[in-house]
């Protein structure tokens, strides 16, 4: 499937800011490639709000995952496709707001109309994000604080509130869409994104070499856990002087007869299992 549009802003001059925010971002990290506009005749690229609009779309994905599935562990169970079509769709707006908030503390538009992403063969997951409106959130002291593409917001909790109820609103687009299509429950599926924004933000610092202060990112921005979300952050130190954290949400790669069985985080143990690292 590929994008129906092109993006209509350049990266460059006036909406040069966030552009340069992702050019920064992106060698930090390595789980996808994250650029601002969408390239010249954009192959296997697509739009999150045309892909959440197209009937027919999360199905197409799905028969992909299915037969990159049975190639590499002889079958494809309905949940195990669904459950990873789920967390993959969600990393698209979860990952990259926890990456800019992390390293620039800059927050861009996540509306599905200001998304896309690119689909990886042949395991169907998105290896590519793009960022498609110059528009951004940041703190006074931001450098392009005063330009007309940015809004200021007071402190570091404005921004993180910011960042959980923009990445909710698309989750919740998400959840209507596909809710209906598969046999999860809505407490699954915003476990799912409860999931993403924890490990996001964590992993931004991991990557960064910066892991405790992901830890306190991911601290900040879920806070108590508001709904819709199901908890606040899990991550917790352990013995070893390293972080862990608890899933809220499952895979269901357990279901793969030749798969590695049950994860040590699996929500399936109970919560008082060792948590995953």
Request: glycine content about 10%.
């Amino acid at each position: 499937m590929t994008a129906g549009y092109r993006t209509a802003v350049a990266a460059r001059g006036q909406h040069a800011h966030l552009a340069e925010s992702l050019a920064r971002v992106n060698p930090r990290q390595s789980r996808a490639q994250l650029r601002f506009g969408l390239p010249e005749g954009p192959d296997r690229w697509v739009g999150c709000d045309e892909f959440l609009r197209t009937p027919g779309a999360f199905d197409q994905w799905r028969d992909g995952l299915a037969g990159w599935l049975r190639d590499k562990y002889s079958d494809s169970p309905d949940r195990t496709t669904a459950g990873y079509v789920m967390t993959w769709y969600l990393w698209v707006p979860g990952y990259l707001a926890g990456l800019l908030f992390h390293h620039e503390r800059r927050i861009p538009s996540l509306r599905p109309a200001d998304l896309a992403f690119r689909m990886a063969e042949p395991r169907p997951h998105p290896d590519a994000i793009a960022v498609l409106s110059p528009r951004f959130v940041c703190l006074p002291d931001d450098p392009a604080a005063g330009v007309p593409e940015a809004t200021v917001v007071p402190d570091e909790h404005a921004l993180a509130a910011l960042l959980r109820g923009r990445f909710a609103a698309h989750a919740a687009r998400f959840v209507e869409v596909y809710g209906p299509q598969v046999r999860l429950g809505k407490r699954m599926l915003w476990a799912a994104a409860t999931d993403v924004l924890d490990s996001s933000l964590w992993l931004a610092g991991r990557y960064g070499g910066t892991e405790t202060e992901g830890v306190l990112d991911a601290a900040l921005v879920l806070g108590d856990g508001p709904a819709p979300f199901t908890s606040g952050s899990t991550l917790r130190p352990q013995p070893t002087g390293e972080w862990a954290r608890r899933r809220e949400s499952c895979c269901f790669h357990y279901l793969l007869a030749e798969g590695q069985g049950t994860c040590a985080s699996c929500p399936r143990l109970g919560r008082k299992t060792e948590p995953a690292r």
